[in-house]
């Protein structure tokens, strides 16, 4: 459970979700799995956050009448800032996920889902978060800015008075042409953007992939007409572009650059599920902590980060493994610093694409 005091340097709106993963056969499907945006954007923020720093992860997790012991003790074994809420009324919300060619997921829910919203940050501390992961349809960004940023200045807490990062991760079947205009608008309420390199070229009609890598000119031409549109309320806001195993491209008006993935060969890819959201939650806490102050100055920094959480999301089906030892934590038998560490020396040899 959220303690009363202490900072809050991260907080997501995705939902928390038990999931049930079925792979194209020999390999077995995997039942009772932590899953979710909402965890895997607080597990790549987590990553980066160790006790007691670890509190300032925060995310909502509402467990059902079905939830497993065995996910619980993983849950608090990370030390984070969790709200948990028993609703013993209910089933846990659980998905389906289905893996077919070229990584092509199909998902369903198979029991209702319970959607997060600004109210469930009334009377918390996750109301105060110094950044804010929202993953929704345009329309329903501008809602939960609009509604957060209320509660904010609506409450008697003194807390903060400053304004937190929104970082937007469009949800795919909202990624279209018709959503254009909704997706314009909503980019002036965010400080940073974040779709996939297929999610941005669906709002525009466009296809973003080509034969061996995606369509690396195409994806900066349709970046260029969002920062041409604005992005962020003074249009200074960022663009992170997901690109799977061709990395990412972060875009401002005064930046323009591609970062490699940390992991080049499909071999380390076990399971992409969770990847893109574990990206944004390194990717948030960079924002906040990677510099001298927060905010976009540190959007290359922070999309290292991103890269690094990324990079332990899916080296297995589910959750990284965390350990404690005398040196430190370690994830899959991994320290994070040093994972980042090797990640600059191969930047220092990486060629622009």
């Not at 904010?152 to 469009?170: A, C, N, T, V």
């Amino acid at each position: 459970m959220a303690e009363d005091s202490g900072e809050i340097d991260f907080c997501t709106l995705g939902m928390f979700i038990i999931d049930e993963i079925e792979f194209p056969p020999p390999k077995a499907p995997v039942r009772d799995i932590l899953g979710g945006a909402g965890t895997y954007s607080a597990l790549g923020a987590r990553i980066f956050s160790p006790p007691p720093r670890s509190r300032s992860v925060g995310w909502i997790i509402d467990c059902g009448s079905d939830f497993p012991p065995e996910l619980r003790e993983t849950i608090a074994s990370w030390e984070t800032g969790a709200l948990i809420r028993e609703t013993p009324h209910r089933l846990t919300t659980r998905g389906w996920n289905g893996y077919g060619e070229n990584e092509h997921r199909a998902f369903r829910y198979t029991t209702p889902k319970l959607r997060l919203d600004h109210q469930a940050l009334s009377n918390t501390r996750l109301l105060w978060s110094k950044s804010f992961h929202l993953i929704c349809s345009p329309l329903r960004c501008i809602d939960l800015v609009e509604n957060i940023s209320a509660l904010r200045s609506q409450s008697p807490d003194k807390r903060s008075r400053e304004r937190p990062l929104f970082i937007w991760e469009p949800v795919p079947d909202v990624c279209t042409t018709e959503e254009l205009e909704n997706c314009s608008k909503a980019l002036k309420c965010v400080d940073v953007v974040s779709p996939n390199h297929a999610e941005l070229g669906a709002f525009f009609g466009k296809n973003t992939d080509s034969k061996e890598h995606v369509d690396y000119r195409q994806i900066e031409e349709l970046c260029d007409q969002w920062l041409h549109s604005g992005v962020g309320a003074d249009g200074q806001g960022g663009i992170v572009v997901r690109a799977g195993k061709d990395g990412c491209l972060i875009a401002r008006p005064t930046q323009r650059k591609w970062l490699p993935a940390y992991h080049q060969s499909p071999n380390k890819v076990v399971d992409p599920t969770g990847g893109g959201n574990g990206f944004l939650g390194g990717l948030a806490v960079g924002l906040v902590r990677g510099g001298a102050t927060p905010g976009l100055e540190n959007l290359e920094e922070a999309a290292l980060w991103g890269s690094i959480s990324a990079s332990f999301a899916i080296e297995q089906v589910g959750v990284p493994a965390l350990a404690r030892t005398p040196q430190g934590e370690s994830w899959n038998d991994t320290q994070v610093e040093d994972r980042l560490s090797d990640f600059r020396k191969r930047l220092e040899g990486y060629v622009q694409p």
